[in-house]
């Protein structure tokens, strides 16, 4: 594993200083190259396709694209000028045609995307958490006895615990919703969320809902490991996964989040979007959730009560990286 550091401050405007800095990474990255000669480079997302191309050309490697995202949706580079999004879009096009081996997509629903528009027809490999970062035994550190200890409080006062794993819970993500959602629910269901980056982010959610009129309803946290989270578990009722299908990638995803409610066990109240409505019922492990009626699902919650979901112990068996990486192991097996 090598990190590359790169120049912290330069100053200049944001996006030139990122250019200066993606130039360095680039430069640094090939004398890495250099030293290994590798007979396969993975390449995450198209900005390291570079890479890729060039150890193609000067050490013959094999190229595997690994895309997490649908970089041809030019509404989803909207942080880019037009001119550049086109650029981009178009880059990633001509580079899976003629240099890539084989391309890993996230779900069959952009895998079809990608064959329809290159002919080249990828492989799904699911990004799900690996069981392995997590033990079985009950943590003792401080981290996980001061969530454990609040949650707990919460419960002896009656309430009903929601989760929501993930950094950013604005745009997409179904904010509007779950607010909506809690106003529907009884006075004792509490939203709790995990992964905000910084006390900034906090304040930012506080003032929101406040505004809303639920903040008494929701605490936010900054993120948490998943080895501590992961025994947090017994406390929740629900965890959501809420994406919005305002861009191509977000409607055809699979989020990591929910991948980890399975691992924990939670029953998970989804969005419906095809891929993940797909796994929700396939399994039985939850309630589908159309965005534009957040009274029908809170009726659902409270309908449901207690009943478990019977297709949980299943998915939680099937849905591993353990099955994942197989898949990946014989794509680097057939490249060698």
């Avoid at 009726?299 to 591993?320: P, V």
Wanted: glycine content about 4%.
């Amino acid at each position: 594993l090598h990190r590359i550091p790169l120049k912290a401050k330069i100053n200049k405007p944001a996006r030139f200083a990122n250019l200066l800095k993606y130039i360095d990474f680039k430069r640094k990255a090939k004398k890495i190259a250099a030293d290994y000669q590798p007979d396969i480079v993975h390449c995450n997302d198209y900005s390291t396709l570079f890479l890729g191309i060039y150890c193609k050309q000067k050490y013959g490697s094999k190229l595997v694209y690994d895309d997490h995202e649908y970089f041809q949706d030019l509404n989803y580079l909207h942080r880019y000028p037009m001119a550049v999004r086109k650029y981009i879009a178009r880059y990633e096009r001509n580079t899976i045609k003629q240099w890539i081996d084989k391309m890993i997509v996230v779900s069959p629903g952009i895998a079809e995307a990608y064959e329809k528009l290159t002919t080249k027809k990828p492989e799904v490999v699911m990004n799900i958490t690996d069981r392995a970062v997590i033990s079985e035994e009950t943590p003792r550190n401080d981290e996980f006895n001061t969530y454990n200890d609040y949650l707990t409080g919460l419960k002896k006062e009656g309430k009903e615990l929601l989760l929501y794993i993930g950094k950013n819970f604005v745009r997409g993500r179904g904010m509007d919703f779950t607010i909506k959602l809690l106003k529907h629910l009884p006075e004792n269901y509490f939203l709790i969320i995990f992964g905000c980056s910084n006390d900034r982010e906090i304040n930012q959610l506080r003032t929101i809902f406040k505004e809303r009129g639920v903040d008494d309803r929701i605490k936010a946290f900054k993120f948490v490991e998943f080895s501590n989270l992961y025994h947090l578990k017994d406390h929740f009722s629900y965890g959501l996964s809420l994406i919005e299908p305002i861009y191509f990638s977000y409607n055809y995803s699979l989020p990591n989040k929910l991948f980890e409610y399975i691992m924990m066990g939670i029953p998970v109240i989804a969005s419906d979007i095809p891929e993940q409505k797909r796994v929700v019922e396939q399994y039985g492990i939850g309630l589908i959730a159309d965005l534009k009626t957040p009274e029908l699902t809170a009726r659902q919650i409270q309908e449901t009560g207690d009943n478990t979901f019977d297709g949980m112990e299943k998915a939680r068996k099937e849905l591993t990286w353990e099955n994942e990486k197989q898949k990946l192991l014989r794509i680097y097996t057939e490249l060698l």
